[in-house]
């Protein structure tokens, strides 16, 4: 019998999901979108309506929507 030998990770995987994937690519579901918009609020202050994944679909998108409207909110 031969031990199992781990697998190495991906080349360059650090375990950061990539801030330009797809929501769908990195696995968000119906519950985890919620918690997410429960968390931007709640974080951030920001209400991002569920239709605004749809519009933004990935981190990185969220982020800069999430961005804008605090600069708003201060201006």
Do not use: K
């Not at 119906?30 to 605004?52: F, H, M, N, T």
């Not at 982020?63 to 600069?71: D, I, K, M, P």
């Amino acid at each position: 019998m031969v031990p199992a030998v781990p697998r190495e990770p991906a080349r360059g995987h650090t375990g950061i999901p990539d801030p330009n994937a797809d929501f769908d690519r990195l696995g968000l579901d119906s519950p985890l979108a919620v918690s997410l918009l429960i968390e931007i609020e709640e974080r951030y202050g920001v209400d991002l309506p569920p239709e605004e994944l749809f519009e933004n679909p990935t981190l990185d998108a969220v982020g800069e929507y999430v961005h804008q409207h605090l600069r708003q909110d201060v201006a």
